[in-house]
């Protein structure tokens, strides 16, 4: 099992910035991939962004030049460090977890809101 413990999450207004953490713990050895997603009230749950082990990211095209995922190894942490945030990133964002070889973690969620 692995326990995701996420942070960070608020009200901001448009423009500013916020940055989540989400720690792994458990048994979280061979983590293949970190990463955040969230859910909009109506929407279905997108991916915003992601990072797997050999450091390769991807991002959700409405995300691209403002966020930025990380992710410190030894501490088994991802970040997603959100810049110039428009109203239309307000939504509950979780973190997903994936450990070897296939199995899928998801965060409790972290809300954020984003005031015009």
């Known amino acids: 099992q692995v326990q995701l413990v996420e942070s960070g999450g608020g009200l901001v207004q448009a423009g500013g910035s916020l940055r989540l953490s989400c720690a792994a713990s458990?048994?979280?050895?061979?983590?293949?991939?970190m990463g955040w997603y969230r859910q909009a009230p109506g929407k279905q749950r997108e991916l915003v962004a992601n990072?797997?082990?050999?450091?390769?990211?991807n991002y959700a095209d409405s995300v691209k030049g403002r966020f930025t995922v990380s992710r410190d190894n030894a501490k088994n942490t991802v970040y997603l460090q959100m810049n110039s945030l428009k109203p239309e990133d307000t939504a509950v964002y979780y973190c997903?977890?994936?450990?070897?070889?296939?199995?899928?973690?998801w965060g409790q969620g972290t809300q954020v809101t984003v005031s015009s």
């Open positions: 997903r977890v994936v450990r070897a070889p296939h199995y899928v973690y």
């Open positions: 458990g048994s979280a050895g061979s983590i293949n991939a």
């Open positions: 990072i797997i082990s050999g450091g390769s990211t």
